[in-house]
């Protein structure tokens, strides 16, 4: 019985840590995504593009990717989450506004 316990406590105590970890990990994955997609949007060409709606989620994306990384910073995951995710789709949409105004020259 008392090894029953034990074994318990143990498996409540792990499952803890690997719950606590959940934050720091998903928000950084989910940041270092949102990095790539304004990267590729830069790539495509979103921050001079002639199509104001890239320029405009460019900057969006640039500007909530800042504010997640300020609440990973303070250790605040939940939203560093929500505004990196929010970067992620700013960031994609601008990637594809840049490249359809590119299509039209």
């Known amino acids: 019985m008392k090894n029953a316990l034990t074994i318990v406590f143990f498996l409540m ?3 803890a840590f690997v719950l606590e970890a959940c934050g720091p990990v998903e928000s950084t994955h ?16 979103a921050p001079e593009s002639k ?16 504010k997640a990384r300020e609440e990973w910073g303070t250790s605040d995951f939940e ?7 929010k970067a992620l789709l700013h960031a994609t949409a601008a990637r594809e506004k840049a490249m359809k105004s590119g299509d039209d020259d």
């Open 79 to 85: 939203y560093s989450i929500d505004f990196a995710r």
């Open 51 to 66: 199509n104001p709606e890239a320029i405009y989620h460019y900057t969006a994306a640039k500007e909530y990717l800042h």
């Open 13 to 15: 105590l792990g499952s």
């Open 30 to 45: 989910t940041i270092v995504k949102a990095d790539t997609a304004l990267h590729n949007a830069k790539t495509a060409g």
